[in-house]
């Protein structure tokens, strides 16, 4: 990871676009930490609407952002959103003892979080070059999962002792450095409107018939969502396997949780040699593999450092997938429609998501956290035979018609 930031050193754009997306991170898990521990006395189905509000502002946000990004300067439109985010998290501040008011506004933090997360991605290029690009995004990638886990561990210490009134303030703050440094700092830009690739040949075709053209791409991609699932259940459990059978605090939980935070920056080290559409669809099926184990693990024995240690694994499998989905992309798409086809992935793992929250409810409210992490296994195991049958049935070796003649390729 060091190896990783010190290219920022001489770059002060990137380091701006990769130290907001670390600031922003540490204060979004400041406040969904915060509310978690503080929902869990309201039962299951108390903390899984705060991840569906999570998950639907990540639905949502998708199509917005690829909407807005497609039709406005991009430093203005980051801007813009991230403004948006500060006035937000004033209103949750005083308005979060109301369900409405909190799922309502967690909702909308994500939507306009999305329209962030877009406008840096796509300013990284800017400000490195094509040939650097890989690199700025492997240096927002690290900076966003180390401030995680800090936002992780310290969600859990304000939790248990000044409250969560704290940790949305927290949030603020960090909110209002993040458009401190954009305002003060961000030189670069991107103006859609010059673009080669105008707007008339992205309302064409949905990003949706862009992906279901590629059957490799769209296997890969129903797979993800089914392994999305387990990973909800197995993150919405969390807190009650940690309060319940393995009898720890809010700390506790914090901190077993930023061990899944602190996996997920292995993934980028673990599948750096994985660069052919076969290796990265493999690789996701060993990852998911290793998950079924690490979710079963601690079920089976319910203990402190089993979760822990399963959780630090569970997190590099999850970045393995991620990082594999993405380089797929990367692999069958072209420059003129990879926006297009990665917001609608996006909004398909979302939802997937949005899935194994409610069944994460369900299942932890009739059977108990131990049967919930059993039930995320049996659906890792599931993801990972739906991989290996699209290797098996050689789809990668169709030629992908996700490309710039897209257009005049008949479906």
């Given amino acids: 990871m060091v190896a990783v930031l010190g290219g920022l050193r001489g770059n002060r754009d990137l380091a701006v676009l990769v130290g907001g997306s670390g600031v922003a991170g540490l204060g979004a898990q400041l406040t969904l930490i915060g509310f978690t521990t503080a929902l869990a006395g309201s039962g299951a189905f108390a903390v899984a609407g705060l991840f569906v509000a999570v998950a639907l502002g990540a639905v949502l946000g998708a199509p917005v952002a690829g909407w807005a990004a497609d039709r406005f300067p991009h430093r203005l439109l980051l801007t813009v959103a991230v403004f948006a985010q500060v006035l937000l998290l004033i209103g949750l501040l005083f308005g979060h003892e109301r369900p409405a008011v909190l799922y309502g506004l967690v909702a909308v933090l994500g939507v306009v979080g999305g329209v962030v997360r877009t406008c840096a991605s796509a300013l990284v290029p800017v400000a490195t070059g094509e040939d650097g690009a890989a690199g700025g995004h492997a240096a927002m990638s690290s900076a966003q999962n180390t401030a995680a886990v800090a936002g992780i561990v310290l969600g859990g210490v304000i939790a248990a002792g000044p409250g969560v009134e704290w ?17 003060l700092w961000l030189r670069v830009d991107r103006d859609p409107g010059q673009d080669d690739v105008g707007a008339a040949s992205g309302g064409q075709w949905s990003g949706w018939v862009l992906l279901r053209s590629d059957r490799l791409l769209l296997g890969r991609v129903v797979a993800q969502a089914v392994v999305g699932v387990a990973v909800a259940i197995a993150l919405v459990n969390e807190v009650f396997l940690v309060l319940g059978p393995i009898g720890g605090t809010p700390f506790t939980y ?23 559409p076969r290796a990265l669809v493999l690789a996701f099926a060993g990852g998911n593999l290793v998950l079924a184990l690490a979710l079963a693990a601690p079920a089976q024995v319910p203990h402190l450092v089993v979760n822990a240690v399963a959780w630090l694994v569970a997190g590099a499998c999850g970045s393995v997938q991620s990082v594999t989905l993405n380089g797929l992309v990367q692999a069958r798409t072209s420059d003129a429609v990879r926006g297009r086809v990665l917001a609608t992935v996006g909004a398909i793992t979302a939802c997937s998501g949005a899935v194994g929250i409610v069944v994460a409810g369900a299942v932890v409210s009739a059977a108990g956290p131990l049967a919930a992490l059993t039930v995320a296994s049996g659906f890792a195991l599931v993801a990972t035979l739906m991989a290996v049958l699209t290797v098996l049935r050689r789809d990668h070796l169709r030629a992908s018609l996700v490309s710039p003649d897209f257009d005049r390729v008949p479906l």
């Fill in 167 to 183: 940790a949305v303030m927290l949030d603020a703050v960090c909110a209002f450095a993040h458009l401190a440094l954009v305002v």
């Fill in 254 to 276: 914090s901190a077993v949780l930023a061990c899944w935070t602190a996996g997920l920056l292995l993934g980028p080290n673990l599948t750096r040699r994985f660069t052919t």
